[in-house]
């Protein structure tokens, strides 16, 4: 019997009907087209869904069952990473399961195993260097720097061993000046002679640490380097000690007063240079570093002269020139690692030079430059020129030898109570010269703070600009209180612009350093 339902569609039926035997109910009958299922799927099968009331099928159920079962397993013992990650300072670590237990598993690479050998060799001795360079990381560097530590670093590395070098030949050669290892020597008189350089050296470390003890704060780069010059000069003249044997102790004194003025240099600069480094507050740890770092560094100078000197034992000759031929390629080294380490240290602090280059680039520019950019412009220099060019800004206290008398005293008898700084005009040539040179002076009233100090420096620096506008020295003193009455009014207007700006860049306006003759203060007699 053919069905007129599906004229095109070949049919099957499975039921077959007996009314000898008891009625069951009528299965539901799925017809399924064949040809259409051979289109979709290439291997057709024929399923034939008889559900009847009340029973179930078990042969499904159970292969059901037993594919669910089997992909569980399969996806639980696949593993997966957690979203939580771990790092310390030398390590990062991704924690993951793999369907029994919770692991903690390296992410960078920086873990070594033994069972790391029956991978790859290759792969092995990468990630084995990749360990020993971030272990040396670790040991020799901060975590938390700034990003110019690097480079600074690098060239203390060239100064420190240079220095080494140079301090291993000077004092051989002073050894050999006093005679030690000859038969003639008196020990005695050596001995004496040693003690009586130290003991004058420290003693002249000691006064020159108390009447320069300002100028570490406000010119510390040039100080620094300026002692730096000292000792790589003191280093030469102990050298000549085994030329002048007579004047050893003379030769000696100077060479050792040189050499603690510049160790007092250093120890007293070394915390203002890691503070700069320590972003983090991590002052502490820096220093620690920074000590690694010499030790290792010197060494390093020691073994680098002592194997000179081994290469030179046997030929006298060559031993005794050796100091003076290595000298100026270590001295040069030294100076020039230095000179290019303290331009990689970027200042925070407020000094009078800082805050007249903050200032200038503000009102020329529009913005305020950042430590890095004031660090270039600030320079590193033996001949201190700053505040000598013509119209230049000064703090200090009103010299009447120096100042224009009449604008002098009609500026004091203007003053007020509420005003904590004041303008003068002043000369910075001698009256017998024929073109005059002036500049601003600025002084500063007693309990005056440091917003009142950028804000003086401010104001004059406005003077200043309307000055230059001005020409000639005669037409300044002219028109020299219009001058100072528009850079109040300018000052009042973006003083807090200008202060606000500068805490954004980092710049640490809560104190601004001042050498011995900036800190002079005025007061009022009724005060």
Not at 215 to 235: E, G, M, P, Y
Request: glycine fraction near 6%.
């Amino acid at each position: 019997m053919q069905s007129n339902l599906y004229p095109s569609t070949r049919t099957r039926s499975c039921f077959s009907w007996n009314p000898d035997k008891p009625q069951i109910p009528t299965p539901k009958i799925v017809i399924h087209n064949f040809e259409e299922q051979r289109l979709n799927n290439r291997t057709p099968k024929l399923k034939t869904s008889i559900n009847y009331p009340g029973v179930s099928n078990s042969l499904k159920t159970s292969l059901n069952f037993g594919e669910e079962k089997l992909n569980k397993q399969e996806e639980t013992t696949v593993p997966f990473y957690l979203p939580v990650s771990v790092r310390s300072s030398d390590s990062h670590f991704r924690y993951i399961w793999d369907g029994e237990e919770l692991k903690l598993v390296s992410v960078d690479g920086n873990v070594f195993s033994l069972s790391d050998f029956n991978c790859n060799l290759e792969d092995t001795v990468q990630k084995f260097v990749r360990i020993c360079i971030s272990a040396l990381r670790n040991f020799f560097l901060p975590r938390e720097v700034s990003p110019n530590y690097l480079e600074y670093v690098k060239w203390k590395f060239v100064h420190r061993v240079s220095s080494s070098a140079l301090q291993v030949l000077a004092t051989q050669a002073m050894l050999r000046a006093i005679g030690i290892g000859n038969s003639r020597s008196l020990p005695l008189a050596a001995a004496l002679n040693w003690v009586l350089k130290d003991g004058l050296g420290r003693l002249c470390r000691c006064i020159y640490t108390a009447s320069l003890a300002s100028s570490f704060d406000t010119n510390l780069k040039r100080v620094r380097f300026c002692t730096s010059v000292l000792f790589s000069l003191s280093i030469g003249v102990e050298l000549l000690t085994p030329v002048f044997p007579q004047y050893f102790l003379m030769l000696a004194s100077i060479a050792n007063i040189a050499k603690q003025i510049s160790l007092a240099c250093y120890l007293a600069t070394s915390t203002a240079v890691h503070r700069s480094f320590a972003i983090a507050d991590n002052l502490g740890e820096v220093s620690a570093k920074g000590q690694i770092q010499t030790v290792c560094f010197d060494n390093l100078g020691l073994t680098l002269a002592a194997t000179l000197n081994i290469l030179s034992a046997n030929n006298p000759r060559l031993q005794a020139g050796l100091p003076f031929v290595m000298y100026p390629i270590f001295s040069v080294l030294d100076l020039f690692g230095i000179y290019q380490g303290l331009k990689h240290v970027h200042l925070q602090t407020l000094t009078k030079d800082r805050l007249d280059i903050i200032i200038s680039t503000w009102i020329q520019k529009g913005f305020v430059p950042s430590p890095e950019e004031v660090s270039k412009q600030e320079g590193i220099s033996i001949f201190w020129s700053r505040g000598r060019e013509p119209w230049s800004i000064r703090i200090g206290y009103l010299n009447p030898r120096r100042c224009t008398a009449k604008l002098s005293v009609m500026t004091m008898q203007s003053l007020n109570s509420e005003d904590f700084y004041f303008l003068s005009l002043e000369s910075l040539t001698s009256e017998l010269k024929r073109n005059q040179e002036y500049g601003v002076l600025l002084s500063l009233r007693e309990g005056a703070g440091t917003i009142d100090v950028i804000g003086g420096i401010l104001h004059a620096s406005y003077v200043r600009k309307g000055i230059e506008a001005c020409g000639s020295c005669s037409a300044v003193i002219k028109q020299w209180f219009n001058l100072v009455e528009d850079g109040r009014r300018l000052t009042e207007q973006n003083l807090s612009l200008l202060y606000e700006q500068m805490l954004c860049l980092g710049w640490g306006c809560k104190n601004i350093l001042l050498s011995t003759q900036e800190q002079a203060r005025y007061s009022f007699v009724a005060d």
